[in-house]
């Protein structure tokens, strides 16, 4: 009898413990999406604020730390962590200016006057293309922790300004 209400105190204060978590994650969520839609649309986006993204993952960084004196495994271990650890707050701000600009491209196609189908469907292709790359990519990173293979960022970061371009092509007004 007193394993059972063990596991039921285990349960109980496990469940408070993940709706307490929850609940923070949806207030913090909340002031960040409050925090980029309040945001004037005079923050341009601009890709060179991601461009140290691409170095940080750099093999021939880690191989000139790795050849000074007084190098040990320690040391490369934690200073890989720490290049995925700020590499995913890059990650992080590049989803939020993703999210900002796709919902004022979309405000953009629902106030349009003319037919806006073609740049519905860009931006819902954009959309998926977008969320499949950023998953894959924190696969990869998670790979790359335990050893195997290798998360490429400047793919990626191709693959944004690629999208940046069409979709300004596609919204950019005809000349006269």
Known sequence: MTIGIAVAWIVTIGSLVGLLWALTRIALHGRQVAAWQDRDDSDAFSLDHYAPMGRLLA???????????????????????????????????????FRRLHAQARKLAAHSD????????????????????TNYLEFRLA????????????????????????????????PA
């Open 59 to 97: 093999e021939e960084d880690f191989l000139f730390l790795k050849s000074q004196p007084g190098y040990r495994p320690e040391i490369g271990a934690r200073w890989k962590r720490e290049r995925r650890r700020i590499l995913r707050m890059y990650l992080d701000d590049l989803k939020d200016d």
């Open 114 to 133: 003319v037919e806006s189908a073609d740049l519905v469907k860009v931006l819902m292709k954009q959309q998926v293309i977008f969320l499949w790359t």
């Open 143 to 174: 790979l790359e922790r335990l050893g195997m293979g290798k998360a490429d960022v400047v793919r990626f970061i191709e693959l944004i300004e690629a999208m940046r371009v069409d979709l300004a092509q596609r919204t950019s007004p005809l």
